[in-house]
């Protein structure tokens, strides 16, 4: 697996009126060429503004630190025009909400054919036969004739498909994806992920998808990040983070999932609250509400490789521990070591 | 009684909501002189029994929350009957319209909508108690001090705005305010899809709780069918203001007749990479319900459609105790299944 | 949980829901309120605040320039033009607020009763207030004062009439969103009467974007009576007045500049003052913070 993006120690504050947000905070990741990365966790935890971040589209008030590389190529020391002319070509972007992600006055076919010329030189009829392929390749039933239909015309689901089309349009190497089918029904985004993997297995592109729902992510990627309140917790191949979470965090969000196997019982509940990531606690942001938590939690623990294929952050696992020279954990405590059940 | 779910008490025959051929149409204008309505929900069949959980799915256009803004009197329907305890709610006098709205109450999916932004929410857990007069001022203080206890809300939080909450914290004083007239029927309109997952969970236990301890009955609405499997007892699917299918939630779920049912859980992205969604997909999108189709509203999509399909509107047909679907195909399935069997118990006696 | 007494709960009305400065309009607003409340001050204590009579004329200071004793020179009739503006803020204050207060006794009423009960009501009542609009503002004023007779009151009543339909729209479009909020719904399906609804919900949560309008308002008022006066419609000579000042240190704006710009920048000072409250009121009406 080669590299395509690298991110190293990469933290974003928020300047705000009272001091500032720490958003995400010294999250290292690499993605590799033709993959499928699902980047969970729920609000807040600054999966968005990690991906923003790679993108370039964060607002002024937030400070990126560490390295962001694509292919070797340190983004943050590119001046802005550099930035513009990479989006929409080599890294596009695909947002949750088809309805605002269009110009309501422009047809879709324009919208499409508008985003080659940004990037290409090319004559208006082979920006137009090029977006025609692209609708007919993102399943548009007759797309000659829809060509010239605004998007108000079309259901969220063919709106969906016609964003992608157009972060298609120049072959990005990298396509984010975020929350790309949450405000579609079932039956559609069971259509537009099937789509997905399909764009995937045939351009190669490698895919960032920003999901809160697991079962999305469990369904079509190859590996998954899970974040939490800024912070990078546990990467790992996507059937083994489902099978045996090792981070307490994980754990605890897939035993939160309603699911078969818990009818009629109580879902887990993690007790306390997000921290507030004005005032972070200086180690693990999860200790706080973490059932296993030690001494050791007040400093943050370092991502590190648990085994071959699985990276964690958490002062339970032996890799991690051996980084500060730590013992195993004397007792392991039980995976199902009950985790107190709070208000809220 | 052809309903029966597993949670019917024997004593409890009349079902505590019926709903019988309940239209909502809405009308529409077309620029200026044009016009048409909106078939919302075109003829709705419905039981809930005394705490009970039914689950009503379907997608958008689905006309399942129309129908719970009917249920909970907040929508006037077009036709139909509505009856709670056994009375006519249309035909109830004033105070009896009363006492049923005190009894049905509704909980929505924006908690951050449903709370007045700059009431402190004990107001707003009292504001019901206010209304109906409720005991004397004191005894309503107190009653709001058990409500924030009941749905699980520290008193201290009494005299905060809600902006000052947490999504699952505003929820909670949603349904506070919602308990507070002791209803019986609580109508959830997707109440957890605004949440995050370890919040939803919350909720979701919440829910599960005063259920059991109040024998609370719920007409949960809701698109996200591993929410539904986990809390309901039965399940109605909608399609176009229809119910395709209703049965008890493990029957939908194991064993669905109608092929939309089958399709809506077969595009269930299970949080199990080992359990991958079915490969069959429906194609196409839920149609207007301006124009709904012909015969069987599904036809259009369905994978098994036949010609009578689109001729004809299928009636429900009945599967098991408590078990029926509306669907031409697995009509006729059931009936050549029945005609093998009495074949074959003909071949035995013979 | 339990450790909390029962006495917790049933605080809240009590307890403070926000500092005074963010709901008077913050920053902006505090500064904009300081302005109003010193011109009101200015304007009532006019009679002891002033050097001279504002009537007074003095044959010897025609057009004089500014001195230690007249600190804004005099006018054409020699007449002190501190002392005239100070009390000319009598008279646009007055205008100003009254005709924002008559035309809100008006128009909130309208808009409340159109934007909660809706369709055909609000059809009719909508059409009536744009039946209002479509006149040219100026022209409806001017046409009243035809038939009443210049003055300075009959000025405040063709503001007021001028502001009603304004204020009805803002107040119904207000309406209109709180109405469809799932708490106005709420409080319904928890047997709330659409009394204590209006009262409780819709009141509050639809003032804002009126108040708001009603501080622009103001400010336009203002301008409005001295546009009236400058023409000879609003308040008539001798009264001192703003517009009727510019009108006529118009005449002299070479010679004796300050006849035309001391009454100007008092215009400019109270249009500022009330339009720094709008924009802080509009920030403080967000109950979610989200502009902040």
């Known amino acids: 697996m080669t590299a395509l993006v690298e991110l190293q120690d990469v933290s974003v504050d928020y300047a705000g009126h009272g001091g500032s947000v720490s958003a995400v905070q010294n999250v290292s990741l690499t993605l590799g060429e033709n993959e499928t990365f699902g980047l969970v966790g729920e609000s807040g935890c600054g999966k968005t503004t990690l991906s923003m971040a790679l993108m370039g589209l964060l607002p002024a008030s937030a400070r990126v630190t560490g390295q962001l590389l694509f292919r070797g190529q340190d983004l943050l020391a590119m001046s802005e025009a550099e930035r513009r002319q990479q989006r929409g070509d080599e890294l596009s972007m695909v947002f949750q909400d088809p309805a605002t992600s269009l110009d309501p006055t422009f047809g879709i076919g324009y919208q499409v054919a508008e985003t080659v010329r940004a990037h290409r030189r090319v004559s208006r009829g082979e920006s137009k036969a090029r977006a025609l392929a692209l609708l007919r390749e993102v399943g548009i039933p007759a797309a000659e004739s829809r060509y010239a239909d605004p998007p108000h015309r079309l259901s969220g689901g063919m709106r969906q498909r016609v964003v992608m089309a157009a972060a298609l349009a120049n072959d990005p190497s990298l396509l984010l994806a975020d929350e790309p089918t949450t405000a579609l029904d079932v039956t559609i985004q069971a259509q537009v992920l099937d789509l997905l993997a399909e764009l995937q297995r045939k351009h190669g592109t490698t895919i960032l998808l920003i999901a809160h729902d697991l079962g999305v992510v469990a369904q079509i990627c190859d590996r998954v990040g899970v974040m939490y309140a800024g912070q990078l917790v546990e990467v790992a191949p996507v059937a083994e983070l489902f099978a045996a979470p090792r981070h307490p965090y994980t754990r605890a969000l897939l035993e939160a999932l309603p699911s078969r196997g818990r009818r009629g019982r109580s879902l887990r509940v993690i007790g306390g609250q997000v921290p507030d990531l004005s005032d972070p606690p200086s180690g693990c942001r999860f200790a706080d509400r973490c059932p296993h938590r030690m001494d050791v939690c007040a400093t943050v623990p370092p991502l590190v490789d648990s085994d071959s294929r699985r990276r964690i952050a958490c002062w339970l696992d032996p890799a991690t521990r051996a980084t500060a020279g730590l013992p195993p954990v004397p007792a392991a405590p039980t995976p199902d070591a009950p985790i107190a059940v709070g208000p809220s | 009684m052809t309903e029966q779910s597993r949670t019917v008490i024997e004593q409890d025959s009349v079902p505590l909501l019926e709903v019988e051929g309940l239209v909502k149409r809405f009308p529409i204008r077309r620029g200026l002189f044009g016009s048409g309505s909106v078939h919302a929900v075109e003829g709705v069949d419905l039981q809930i029994h005394a705490g009970e959980v039914l689950s009503l799915v379907g997608e958008s256009g689905s006309g399942k929350s129309t129908l719970g803004m009917c249920v909970t009197g907040m929508s006037t329907p077009t036709a139909g009957r509505i009856r709670f305890a056994g009375e006519d709610v249309a035909l109830a006098s004033r105070r009896g319209r009363a006492d049923f709205r005190r009894r049905v109450q509704p909980v929505f999916q924006d908690p951050r909508s449903s709370l007045d932004p700059r009431w402190p929410i004990e107001t707003t857990i009292r504001e019901p108690l206010d209304a109906y007069r409720v005991g004397s001022s004191a005894e309503r203080t107190a009653r709001v001090a058990e409500l924030m206890d009941l749905v699980g809300l520290p008193r201290h939080f009494a005299p905060r705005q809600p902006r000052e909450l947490s999504g699952g914290q505003q929820q909670r004083v949603a349904i506070a305010a919602a308990l507070a007239l002791r209803p019986e029927l609580l109508v959830a ?44 007892d039965r399940v109605a699917v909608m399609y176009l203001g229809r119910i395709v299918e209703t049965g008890p939630v493990e029957r939908i779920f194991s064993a669905p007749e109608h092929p939309y049912t089958r399709a809506l859980i077969d595009a269930i992205p299970h949080a199990d990479p080992g359990r991958k969604m079915s490969r069959i997909r429906l194609t196409g999108e839920i149609p207007s319900p ?8 599904f036809h259009p999509r369905c994978p098994v459609a036949v010609d009578r399909c689109s001729t004809e509107e299928p009636q429900d047909t009945q599967f098991d105790e408590g078990h029926s679907a509306a669907c031409h195909v697995a009509a006729a399935a059931l009936a050549q299944r029945g005609s093998i069997i009495s074949v074959l118990s003909e071949g035995a006696t013979s | 949980m339990t450790a909390h007494p029962v006495a917790e709960v049933g605080k809240a009305a009590r307890a403070p829901r926000r500092r005074l400065r963010t709901r008077l309009g913050g920053r902006e607003g505090l500064a904009g309120w300081t302005i109003v409340f010193i011109l009101i001050a200015v304007a009532i204590l006019a009679p002891i605040l002033a050097p001279h009579s504002p009537e007074a004329i003095d044959g010897n200071r025609i057009l004089a320039a500014p001195t230690a004793t007249h600190p804004f020179g005099s006018d054409d009739l020699g007449r002190d033009v501190l002392s005239r503006v100070l009390y000319a803020y009598r008279v646009s204050l007055g205008i100003a607020v009254g005709s924002v207060l008559l035309a809100m006794a008006v128009g909130l009423p309208i808009g409340v009763f159109a934007g909660y009960v809706g369709g055909w009501t609000d059809l009719i009542l909508m059409r009536l207030i744009d039946l209002l609009l479509s006149f040219p503002a100026l022209l409806l004023a001017i046409s009243l004062i035809a038939i009443l007779g210049p003055g300075s009151l009959v000025a405040l009543l063709a503001i007021a009439i001028i502001y009603v339909p304004i204020m009805a729209r803002v107040v119904r479009s207000s309406v209109l969103v709180v109405r469809g909020q799932a708490y106005v719904r709420g409080a319904r399906a928890r047997g709330a009467s659409h009394l204590s609804i209006v009262r409780g919900h819709v009141l509050p949560n639809a003032i804002g974007p009126a108040l708001v309008q009603a501080s622009v308002l103001m400010a336009f008022a203002i301008v409005i009576e001295a546009a009236l006066s400058f023409l000879g419609l609003g308040s008539q000579p001798p009264t001192p007045e703003l517009g009727l000042m510019l009108a006529d240190g118009n005449n002299y704006l070479t010679q004796a500049p300050w006849v035309e710009i001391f009454p100007g920048l008092g215009i400019a000072i109270s249009v500022l003052a009330f339009n720094l409250i709008g924009d802080g009121l509009r920030r403080s009406f967000d109950p979610n913070g989200i502009t902040r």
């Open chain 2, 290 to 297: 301006v124009n709904p189709p012909s015969g069987c509203r």
């Open chain 2, 189 to 232: 309109d997707e109440p957890v899809s605004a949440l995050d997952v370890s919040v939803q969970a919350q909720i979701l236990n919440l829910l599960d709780e005063l259920r059991n301890r109040l024998k609370l009955a719920l007409l949960f609405i809701a698109h996200d069918l591993s929410v539904v499997e986990h809390l309901s």
